[in-house]
């Protein structure tokens, strides 16, 4: 085998590279956004919507249906390991009763 940690080097440098290219496009992003963020500001006695304007509230609803149906996942998961600890162990059947015999032993 030729050159054993050439594989590891190569997908810790595409890491870096990936971490470094999101890192300077988060940066870019940021200072680019700077003069239309103070275009964009609402005047004092505009309405806003904040958080209750239609884009905040689907995204409410999507996570609300999005966390029923997690809860409902995990039901159904967890119904079908139980049933197959059920299925799995050996039927409990109850003790057959054992015989006293009514002898009692004598010494003559």
Do not use: C, H, W
Request: hydrophobic content about 50%.
């Amino acid at each position: 085998m030729r050159n054993p940690d050439r594989t590891s080097y190569r997908s810790s440098v595409r890491t870096l590279r990936s971490s470094a290219a999101v890192a300077a496009l988060t940066i870019a992003a940021l200072v680019g956004g700077q003069g239309t963020a103070a275009a964009v500001q609402a005047e004092p006695n505009a309405m806003t919507f904040g958080l209750l304007g239609p884009v905040g509230l689907i995204a409410v609803v999507i996570g609300v249906l999005g966390m029923i149906a997690g809860a409902l996942r995990q039901r159904k998961k967890n119904r079908l390991a139980a049933a197959e600890v059920q299925a799995a162990a050996p039927a409990e059947t109850s003790p057959e009763p054992v015989a006293v015999s009514a002898k009692v032993a004598t010494v003559d």
